[in-house]
DNA sequence: CGAGTGACCGCAA
DNA sequence: ATTGCGGCCACTC
């Protein structure tokens, strides 16, 4: 495609930007859809080197707890996911569970 | 160039 | 039920 320098980031790039705002998905889910179910720390390391222009705000550990090192803060995160519509309370999503998208 | 780290997950005992 | 350990790829220094 465009950007044909690792099929695994392409992937995790395209499902992030699949993700529907109001939705959150987990390291897992987006490891797994791009064909590595135990690559689930590299979508967070290319999270804080790779594109910082992608909704990382969305994602979220398998808890449904907003996860650490996000650029400006968890809180910060929070407020991205409530301007959406997720309610977070502590840093965990609130109904993580049906509001984890699903393809 | 080489080595280490990383916002994690799943499984075993 | 709980705890501890290993493992995958990409990015950076």
């Known amino acids: 495609m465009s950007k044909p320098g690792s099929a ?3 992937q995790v790039e395209v499902l992030i930007a699949r993700v529907p705002a109001g939705k959150v ?3 897992g889910d987006l490891a797994a859809l ?3 179910p135990y690559a689930a720390r590299i979508v ?3 999270a804080h ?3 910082a222009a992608l909704p990382w705000h969305r994602l979220v550990n398998r808890f ?3 996860a650490s090192g996000y650029h400006g803060g968890r809180e910060a995160q929070a407020e991205h996911l409530a301007a959406e519509g997720v ?4 840093f965990v ?7 984890r998208w699903q393809p």
């Open 8 to 10: 695994f980031r392409d």
């Open 25 to 27: 998905t987990t390291y």
């Open 34 to 36: 791009a064909g590595h």
């Open 44 to 46: 967070g390391g290319m």
């Open 49 to 51: 080197y790779g594109d």
């Open 64 to 66: 449904g707890g907003l």
């Open 87 to 90: 309610t977070c309370t502590d």
């Open 93 to 99: 999503v609130d109904n993580f569970k049906e509001r």
